[in-house]
């Protein structure tokens, strides 16, 4: 029964470790698609007319 309770408290370790790799990387892509909705708002800004058509 012990190593049964061992193990999930291992298997709960290792999940909680993936989540906070995952919760890193996920606020890494919010930062880069913050950027590149920063570039394509400032693009749109500077177009003409006859450049957006």
Do not use: A, F
């Not at 919760?23 to 450049?51: A, C, H, W």
């Amino acid at each position: 029964m012990k190593d049964n309770v061992g193990g999930k408290i291992k298997d709960v370790e290792r999940l909680s470790n993936e989540l906070t790799s995952m919760r890193k990387e996920l606020d890494d892509v919010k930062e880069v698609l913050k950027g590149l909705i920063q570039v394509i708002m400032s693009r749109e800004e500077g177009m003409d007319e006859d450049e957006y058509n």
